[in-house]
């Protein structure tokens, strides 16, 4: 019995010791080598894959088809499209820097004029050409009481009242349109007023007044107020005198005169005139404008301005009292 189970054992060892054998054993270096041969076919293999997938999702750049043509506008130039631009600096006389200066002011006197402006007033930097336009040298034998175009001047010059002009110093109501200078109106203006300052409604002259009252439309053109338009009438005024000139005979500043030294009306002194031997623009008395001669009154919730500096005429003295030469 128990040979039988030696020998079972034996024979049993010898066929582990044969399969063990027929393993081939490899060495280290040759599983290294194998190793890194395995992980290169890997690398290749995702490459190949990450290649072939950026190629079917990358789509390729069209090329534009939108094209830019840089086409220069061609004008045909006429004399109605460009008319020619006229030049006055021959005219007048003064240093180079003056001939400068009436230059560029007449460019953009002429310039303002071709488009489609409705501003009435003169703009800051056109005024030295209009200036240059409007003056003259005084003529030493001049005399105004003989200035035989007066009448002819006065036709298009109207009479306005102070109780007309009063109402005009208010802000404007319902369908009334405030001064063409907004923000810069001389309304705001007065230091009296404080923070109660407002803008003034456009001043209209009696015939434009009943022509809206006619019509009810206003004209295209917006007009100043009438604190502005006493200034402009002062700024032209003074600036004529301040230069030592005279205003050309067949020109006048004023397009409205204001009555003096009748009841109810303004008192000359109060007012600025031409002197009798230099005409300065003005045939007729118009108002002085001084920010302190107005206050603020309230009157039924609307604002006004009172002319409280400007004092009534004495009832004593004759409407025909010859006024003080300059």
């Known amino acids: 019995m128990a040979s039988i189970m030696d020998a079972f054992n034996r024979a049993f060892e010898q066929g582990q010791s044969i399969n063990r054998a027929s393993v081939p054993v490899e060495s280290d ?3 290294a080598e194998e190793s890194r041969k395995q992980d290169e076919k890997k690398r290749a293999k995702k490459r190949r894959i990450n290649s072939h997938r950026s190629k079917h999702t990358k789509s390729r750049k069209r090329a534009t088809q939108f094209t830019v043509r840089h086409a220069v506008p061609q004008v045909s130039v006429t004399t109605k499209s460009f008319p020619e631009i006229l030049s006055v600096e021959k005219h007048f006389t003064g240093t180079a820097t003056e001939s400068h200066e009436l230059i560029v002011a007449e460019t953009n006197f002429f310039t303002s004029k071709n488009r489609d402006n409705h501003q009435t007033h003169v703009r800051p930097f056109d005024f030295p050409y209009v200036r240059a336009l409007i003056q003259r040298a005084p003529l030493p034998s001049f005399d105004i009481h003989k200035f035989n175009d007066r009448e002819k001047l006065r036709a298009n010059v109207e009479a ?3 109780k007309y002009e ?3 110093l208010r802000e404007p109501v319902g369908s009334e349109r405030p001064c063409l200078m907004k923000s810069n109106c001389e309304g705001l203006q007065i230091s009296s007023a404080r923070d109660r300052a407002f803008i003034l409604r456009e001043f209209l002259l009696p015939s434009e007044m009943k022509e ?9 053109e917006q007009r100043l107020c009438l604190m502005c338009r006493r200034k402009e009438l002062a700024r032209a005024f003074i600036n ?4 030592g000139m005279s205003m050309k ?4 500043l004023q397009d409205y005169r204001n009555i003096v030294d009748v009841k109810g009306e303004y008192c000359l002194k109060d007012c600025i005139l031409s002197s009798r031997h230099t ?3 003005l045939l007729d008395p118009v108002v002085l404008h001084i920010r302190s001669a107005y206050r603020l009154k309230e009157i039924d919730g ?5 002319q409280w500096r400007m004092a009534y005429p004495s009832t004593t003295q004759h409407f025909l009292f010859p006024a003080p030469s300059n």
Request: charged letters at 45%; hydrophobic letters at 20%.
């Open 212 to 220: 809206y009252e006619k019509t009810g439309k206003y004209k295209t």
């Open 29 to 31: 270096e040759d599983s």
């Open 279 to 281: 005409f300065e623009g």
């Open 160 to 162: 306005v009242t102070r």
């Open 302 to 306: 609307v604002r006004h301005y009172e």
């Open 249 to 252: 005979l067949d020109s006048t």
């Open 166 to 168: 009063e109402d005009f």
């Open 240 to 243: 004529i005198r301040a230069d």
